[in-house]
């Protein structure tokens, strides 16, 4: 199963692109900016904030209606429905055919593709969340693995700071439905809350070449940002370009935020070949890092484009 498109992703971040650029030509109009346009890198990035929520508002009607006809062409019977509608999460789809232990699965970031399991063949299926300051919570989820493919699908999520007690009603509700999901499962497979190494008697390896990968990722967003503000602030110069040298700080950055975004793609592309000889531990780390710089790649080169154009 895989949770995301890599042809999807790249249209969306053409597409987000395209209207960033867009509003920054009407926002300068608007302002009445002369000489370099400033207003595209701002643009652009606010966009880019909101790409969850313009993903799931565009992409899941597609999603959905992928779902319903692919249950209907492969018989599903009575069917349990889980759709995650936490906040900053990708919304998807998982349905369970109660009488079967068949299990289909879309995403607002593979919206095309009808993807379906059987519960045997699924292992570390589980419901937990992620801890928070005094034992509270801010992200409740269930997740399995189906192959190497870990598949994390949130109950509760939530933006900001603030985190909620274990006992409010919200997160012991989370906790419920991911149990029961887990619950449907784990009927048609008893072992199912087992990993591959723990069935097979072997032990699984971990693949530590992703951690390094997601870090050089997680510093190249960081770099990003200030390279694509500093455009902002150089473009605003009337007349920069008459001497290049005035945009060096911005040719730096970019060059920093692509030597590390790059060093991200290539430690993660190891990662996930690593991973093709067998089932391993750690593949999440590696598959963060490659779609993190891929599209910090993408974006820089793209606004670094319009910066000297």
């Known amino acids: 199963m895989k949770r995301n498109s890599v042809p999807v992703i790249l249209i969306l971040i053409a597409f987000y692109l395209a209207v960033g ?13 002369t000489g370099g346009n400033w207003c595209l890198p701002i643009t652009v990035f606010i966009v ?10 565009l992409m899941f009607p597609f999603a959905r209606k992928t779902m319903n006809k692919g249950l209907e062409a ?31 699965y879309t995403s607002a970031l593979n919206p095309f593709k009808f993807q379906m399991a059987e519960a045997k063949e699924l292992s570390k299926v589980r419901t937990s969340y992620i801890k928070g300051p005094f ?28 985190y909620l007690s274990m006992y409010s009603k919200k997160v012991q509700e989370a906790l419920a439905e991911g149990e029961k999901v887990c619950n449907l499962i ?3 497979n008893p072992q199912g809350n087992l990993t591959l190494d723990q069935i097979n008697q072997k032990e699984m390896p971990f693949i530590k070449i992703g951690i390094p990968g997601t870090v050089f990722a997680g510093v190249s967003v960081f770099i990003s940002v200030i390279a694509m503000l500093s455009e902002a602030v150089i473009s605003s110069s009337e007349g920069w370009k008459d001497d290049l040298l005035n945009g060096m700080p911005a040719f730096v950055l970019a060059f ?11 430690l993660g592309i190891k990662g996930l070949k690593a991973a093709a000889e067998g089932p391993v531990r750690g593949l999440g780390f590696s598959k963060t890092a490659v779609i ?6 993408v974006l820089l080169i793209l606004t670094f484009i319009l910066f000297i154009a």
């Open 292 to 297: 993190m710089s891929s599209i910090v790649i």
């Open 74 to 104: 492969n018989n599903f019977g009575k069917t349990y429905t889980f759709i995650n509608k936490g906040s900053w999460s990708i919304r998807t789809i998982l349905c369970i055919d109660e009488g079967t232990g068949r299990i289909a």
């Open 135 to 162: 034992g509270g919570t801010k992200y409740v989820f269930f997740e399995f693995y189906y192959g190497n493919n870990r598949m994390r699908i949130p109950t509760f999520a939530k933006g900001g700071r603030l």
């Open 186 to 188: 784990l009927k048609f």
């Open 21 to 33: 650029i867009l509003l920054g030509i009407v926002a300068a109009k608007l302002l009445h900016v």
């Open 48 to 57: 880019f904030i909101f790409f969850f929520e313009l993903t799931n508002l």
């Open 256 to 266: 920093l935020g692509l030597a590390t975004s790059v060093t991200g793609l290539i």
